[in-house]
């Protein structure tokens, strides 16, 4: 993928978990959480642009730090993410005014990251915005189905008894 292309992917992908992490959503427990973040990560990946050739030693360094940063967003996003159960076991999250803040503390973390990164002459490229994207959606949705989990077993309706076992 081109960088230009990459950037595109990148913004209809954040707007998308942006959208959808602030809207009142219910938390589907067998769906393919971990799809769109592999996605993400494996074209990333597959690009083999994701550090400076130029300046190797600098940009895996970078490179590190935008992986831990974006593995603290993730952590972020997932446990300032109000989660909750309804009567009948469905599990429920919406986005907090807390992290609509990690939202904004991510990216001026990352920016802080493009900068110093500028500043030494070290170009990362998109594939390193891209996997670290990918590693954020990848814990917050781990840990949201961690978090559900506890709130299903602690509310969800108890089974019933089939009604061929009554019978003998």
Do not use: C, N
Not at 114 to 135: E, K, R, W
Request: hydrophobic share 50%; aromatic share 8%.
């Amino acid at each position: 993928m081109s960088g230009f292309t990459e950037i595109l992917v990148i913004v209809a992908v954040a707007a998308l978990v942006l959208v959808r992490q602030f809207r009142t959503e219910r938390l589907s427990l067998d769906r393919k959480w971990w799809l769109l973040p592999g996605l993400l990560g494996f074209f990333a990946l597959r690009d083999g642009s994701l550090t400076d050739p130029h300046h190797l030693t600098g940009s895996v360094a970078l490179l590190a730090v935008e992986l831990l940063v974006s593995l603290g967003i993730g952590i972020g996003w997932a446990f300032t993410t109000h989660v909750w159960s309804d009567e009948d076991g469905d599990v429920w999250t919406k986005g907090t005014m807390a992290t609509a803040g990690t939202w904004l503390g991510g990216i001026a973390v990352r920016a802080a990251i493009v900068g110093v990164g500028l500043a030494l002459g070290i170009h990362l490229g998109t594939s390193a915005l891209m996997l670290g994207f990918a590693l954020s959606l990848l814990v917050r949705s781990g840990l949201l189905i961690w978090r559900a989990g506890g709130l299903r077993s602690a509310y969800a309706r108890p089974l019933t008894q089939p009604a061929w076992e009554g019978r003998r």
